[in-house]
């Protein structure tokens, strides 16, 4: 099959159109989200009944549009969409977005068929589209949505997602970190443009640093190879493979009528094509964060601290596990501490250190526990809900002063962990998150998860910096 | 050594005796702790200058308190405590627990040897230690606390913790999902009371019904063993052993003065006793929740009611990977849900099924899954966040009215996910954690914790029905 490369008209499209706007349905819904994301090219609503909706002339076909679309949005019903690829290709639209499900995800064969047709429609008329069974582009930079509280600034990060409720998902815990995106990409059944489509735009795309992907399936298994091959060696891919399992890939049919394959073959070719491969969204998600906010640290070094002593144990714990070493403090530095800190019994004064202390004792005893050779990155790990006493509340807010005066002097890496299961602190949680994040540190939900992510992070320089050595020795043999 | 079994006194005293009350300091917050908590019998604040404190007569010396306390709290430094143990001696006190940290965790041979000292002078004098360095003890049927805001009510649940910060994070934590205690113990560096003392006075406690336990290390291992072989063979027991990684067994010598051990010697040991090991508090929490609002399941079979198709793939995955089957429902059923949804195209109808649906085609649908002959629990799984637009915002709810519906009306067990990472949907969580509680069902924050949990609940009664085999085998042939 030829396949003809992405046009930007899919992601900074001009116009848009809706088909199936009525009073509250899913048209209307796409309607309201285009309009709260701000688009800032044209927009026409479509409905056979004509009229206007929300201040909008609607249109009842794509023939009366009074120009050639660039996106168009189709919430018909399935049995409407051949004739509907029909009218966009008399209008000359370029792109095809079907929020419309109904096709091979039910498993049938009517269904099966009914795709087949759309794709070999919308290919004899020279038409690319997304989906069916999905909810289309997310592309902040031109206000292009189909969610109304996505944020409205532009980022590097894309999304590849086969699942609209997952790639809703993501975009918004992802945000909440301080992750924004370039291009997020939900295609569900994938029945043109699909995964290897989107890798190799990404791949040749300047304002997308690095791709996460979600995959339930893919039906070109030598093309999706190569595509994620050529991305992978330009940008950090990151990807989580759902349905590995047998009840897991019978779900994906269900869902998207994907064709799951293995888990072993899955990853042998994640692994080789230099991807990332990862298992839940949120650890999806904590490595986007890793790749955006964390310098890589010059070794395994970690300089911890917090408060809690059990809590301290666990995260020492958890880093090592990790392959990472906190190393113990030499005896100058322990001496430091035990002198800035005469009185103070109950508290872990080494490495970890417990922050429990006026905030220029914490200062000084950060600054020589991170300034410290062994160490190469600092990780402050905050758990809430470990204090007894209404007294410690402002222990956190204590702590991130205290990072983020480090932050701004050292050159070291620094990570955050905030661990907000307890319900109660939520308001205090929210508001560190905020002051972390717009000082553009990384932030974790657990040491596990954070240590799990730089830990990856730091495999991937080292496999790209070993495949790079073999290439050169290569190039140099022949 | 002549070991003294642990009297009731320790956990249900008459009279608390708190030295070292200030105005702010550690001794008032105890002091006000007590207060929140509703301590029933009489209290005696201590403090060399006498006079009064929140209405309460401050008492210069144990030698002038009217009565023999049966339990004392020391915020003393540590250096006045040999003084402190002997002046209990003279008031015939039973217990003390010692706040006062500066002992052995700090590493030091004086450290060491003023431990050695209190603990060889209240064995001397016929007083038992709770500590050092350690919050004490929580039994809200009396009202005694060491925190101002755990649940007054009483519960089945006792948890031995070596930790104070992580003894308090996992009682507020496990609250929140439903837990009440039955005794909370922080101990410390445990010079006296230790957690073999506990097991024992646990495994005849009719008042508990499992315990939970944070170790970071034992002193007597042999005897330890039996505690727990002991207490396992009659109540369930979690297990997290901390320290166990070389740089976590450090953290936990400098946290507790514990000797930590090797982890491939804890693992064994604690499966061999019979105890459940987990790797983290959460995890705890999680066992908790499962032992307490679990019933057993009869088999593996899992019936998934959510929404969200990627969800409900990597949920599939998720129960797999855990030892569960998925299975799919037979055509009768599938006729079923395909002709109460006619026009529902977009959505899994199987199992899992998305119930995106009316409420009562939601209901009838879920009906018709749960008592199929294949199923042996129901999941419910709502993840916040995976919604596109407002008019989807009360389908949690909807859900949640669903399965409270069928939970009344059928006997399988329930288990419950609720996953809120997305900030916004917080009040609809916790209003919604509130109804499942109530509802007396678990709830867990992920589909892999739920399996994981279930999983070893099923395992851990497994593993009992062999041993009891085992057991009436070898009876019957001697």
Redesign the interface.
């Known amino acids: 099959m030829n396949r003809i490369a992405l046009s930007e008209s899919i992601f900074t499209p001009a116009s848009v159109a809706i088909a199936g706007v009525g009073d509250?349905n899913?048209g209307r819904?796409y309607l309201?989200?285009l309009l709260s994301a701000g688009f800032q090219g044209r927009i026409y609503p479509l409905n056979p009944k004509g009229a206007e909706i929300a201040g909008f002339k609607v249109y009842r076909n794509m023939k009366d549009i009074p120009e050639a679309v660039d996106y168009v949005i189709s919430c018909l019903?399935?049995p409407m969409v051949p004739q509907f690829i029909q009218d966009c290709s008399q209008n000359e639209a370029k792109v095809v977005a079907l929020f419309?499900?109904?096709f091979s995800?039910?498993g049938s064969e009517e269904g099966r068929q009914l795709e087949w047709r759309i794709s070999a429609l919308a290919r004899a008329n020279g038409i690319r589209i997304i989906g069916p069974?999905c909810?289309g582009v997310y592309c902040p930079k031109v206000g292009l949505s189909?969610?109304?509280?996505f944020p409205k600034e532009n980022g590097s990060v894309a999304l590849v997602?086969?699942?609209?409720?997952?790639a809703?998902?993501f975009v918004?815990?992802a945000a909440?970190r301080g992750v924004r995106f370039s291009k997020v990409v939900s295609y569900g059944n994938g029945c043109d443009i699909d995964e290897s489509d989107l890798f190799d735009y990404l791949a040749q795309d300047d304002e997308t640093k690095m791709v996460a992907a979600?995959i339930?399936g893919v039906k070109d298994g030598e093309r999706f190879r190569q595509a994620l091959s050529h991305l992978a060696a330009r940008k950090p891919v990151i990807a989580l493979k759902?349905?590995?399992?047998?009840?897991?890939a019978?779900?994906?049919t269900?869902?998207?009528g994907s064709l799951s394959g293995s888990s072993t073959v899955w990853n042998s070719l994640l692994q080789q094509a230099g991807a990332i491969q990862v298992q839940?969204?949120?650890e999806m998600i904590d490595m986007v964060v890793t790749f955006l906010f964390m310098p890589l640290p010059r070794g395994r070094g970690v300089a911890m601290v917090g408060?809690?002593?059990?809590?301290?144990?666990?995260a020492?714990?958890s880093?090592?596990?990790h392959g990472f070493?906190?190393p113990?403090v030499p005896q100058t530095i322990g001496d430091k501490f035990h002198s800035l800190l005469r009185s103070q019994?109950?508290?872990?004064?080494?490495n970890?250190i417990e922050l429990n202390m006026p905030p220029q004792i914490s200062y000084a005893a950060t600054k020589a526990l991170i300034t410290y050779d062994a160490i190469d990155l600092l990780l402050a790990n905050c758990?809430f809900?470990?204090?007894?006493?209404?007294?410690y509340d402002d222990l956190a807010d204590r702590l991130c002063d205290t990072v983020l005066q480090i932050s701004a002097e050292v050159e070291k890496p620094i990570a955050v962990v905030l661990n907000s299961?307890?319900?109660?602190t939520?308001g205090q949680f929210?508001s560190l998150r905020r002051r972390y994040c717009e000082a553009g540190l990384p932030v974790y939900y657990s040491v596990?998860s954070a240590s799990q992510s730089i830990n990856r992070l730091m495999q991937h320089h080292e496999r790209q910096a070993f495949a790079s050595m073999y290439d050169s020795r290569s190039t140099s043999v022949e």
Chains 1, 2 share one sequence.
């Open positions: 509250t899913s819904q309201d989200s019903p399935a419309t499900a109904g995800e039910l069974n909810m189909f969610v109304h509280d997602c086969q699942s609209g409720g997952n809703i998902y918004r815990v909440e979600y339930e759902a349905g590995c399992t047998q009840a897991g019978r779900t994906a269900c869902h998207t839940t969204l949120d408060f809690g002593g059990g809590a301290s144990v666990m020492t714990d880093c090592s596990g070493t906190v113990p019994a109950g508290l872990i004064l080494s970890p758990v809900g470990q204090h007894p006493w209404p007294v299961h307890v319900t109660n939520q929210l596990a």
